[in-house]
């Protein structure tokens, strides 16, 4: 919800952010997909709406919000 409310996501996007997206050297957030809903329970992976890929910067509280949980991640090579 942080990367909503803080980052302007929308919320299928923050849900389809991977580990790998974020660099908190760098402190952006790469918004390359997004989470939808495709019928019934089922869900699909897809780019944003109407080609909205783009790189999100990130305050500071956000990235304090971010890095507990990266840093608990298997893959925190992309996380730095």
Known sequence: MA????AGLRLGEAAAVQVGDVDLTARTIAVQRQVQ??????????????????????????????????????????GR
């Open 3 to 6: 990367l909503c409310a803080f």
């Open 37 to 78: 809903r495709a019928g019934g329970d089922a869900v699909e992976i897809r780019p944003p709406k109407h080609g909205s890929e783009r790189t999100v910067f990130l305050a500071d509280g956000l990235v304090d919000i971010v890095r507990p949980h990266l840093v608990q991640l298997p893959d925190r090579s992309a």
